[in-house]
């Protein structure tokens, strides 16, 4: 089975800084999916960014953006530019290639920015 | 695009009583869908996989027969929470896969959840 962790239940930052959250994972398998989600206050889980395990190129949405490390099995999530929207619980996820759609999630780290 | 409407978002109710919560792909036909439990500053553990047209696929340690999942049509499944005790309290949430045969890599998009407090 695969295990998602998650080493940092909370962290904080300082608006307009970086801050740089990590996720290691375990799996046998060659294809595979990552994600990171969001989920504010309001507990909405909204979907940050996602990684093919297949690409070499780390995905990037505006300011967001991971380091996927496939032999180290490290998937890290930087913000840039941190923002007060961005305090929120984030949690990594893994799912295997194939028609087997499940999410296995970490704990979740708490990000909180701070003015 | 890719909206998941679940309804409704909290629901208060006396011990014993049973408790339905739906889930609806708002604008895509969604042929899988996910119940999620999550306990107050815990992750999601997954309850169940909801297919269209055929019997939910529950995960080990979850009563089939306490947490009814229907899955009636590509833009509905339904959760019943039957005769619910103060220990079925939770936030209960649920997602939908965009997206049908090789396009594996799509995400899952999630409902905004339901609060479910038995008293």
């Known amino acids: 089975a695969q295990t998602v962790t998650q080493s940092q239940p909370e962290m904080s930052v300082q608006e307009a800084e970086t801050v740089t959250l990590s996720c290691t994972y375990d799996t046998s398998e060659n294809n595979y999916y990552l994600f990171w989600y969001k989920q504010p206050p309001s507990r909405q889980m909204i979907l940050v960014i996602r990684?093919?395990?297949?690409?070499?190129q780390n995905a990037t949405e505006n300011r967001f953006s991971v380091n996927f490390q496939k032999a180290a099995k490290s998937f890290s999530l930087k913000i840039s530019d941190s923002q007060l929207g961005d305090t929120a619980m984030y949690f990594c996820a893994f799912r295997s290639g194939g028609s087997n759609y499940k999410l296995t999630f970490g704990k979740g780290t708490l990000l909180t920015v701070n003015p | 695009g890719a909206v998941v409407s679940q309804h409704p978002s909290w629901v208060i109710c006396k011990s014993g009583t049973s408790v339905k919560i739906e889930c609806r792909s708002l604008?895509?036909?969604?042929?899988?869908m996910f119940w999620y439990r999550q306990f107050p500053k815990q992750s999601l553990m997954l309850m169940a996989t909801s297919n269209e047209g055929s019997k939910a696929t529950y995960e080990q340690g979850v009563e089939k027969d306490k947490f009814l999942i229907n899955h009636a049509s590509l833009t509905l499944s339904t959760l019943t929470v039957t005769s619910a005790h103060p220990e079925d309290s939770s936030f209960y949430i649920c997602?939908?896969?965009?997206?049908?045969?090789?396009?594996?890599?799509?995400?899952?998009?999630f409902g905004d959840g339901t609060r479910l407090s038995i008293l």
């Open positions: 997602s939908a896969r965009v997206g049908t045969g090789g396009r594996y890599s799509q995400p899952q998009h």
């Open positions: 990684q093919e395990a297949y690409k070499q």
């Open positions: 604008d895509f036909q969604a042929t899988t």
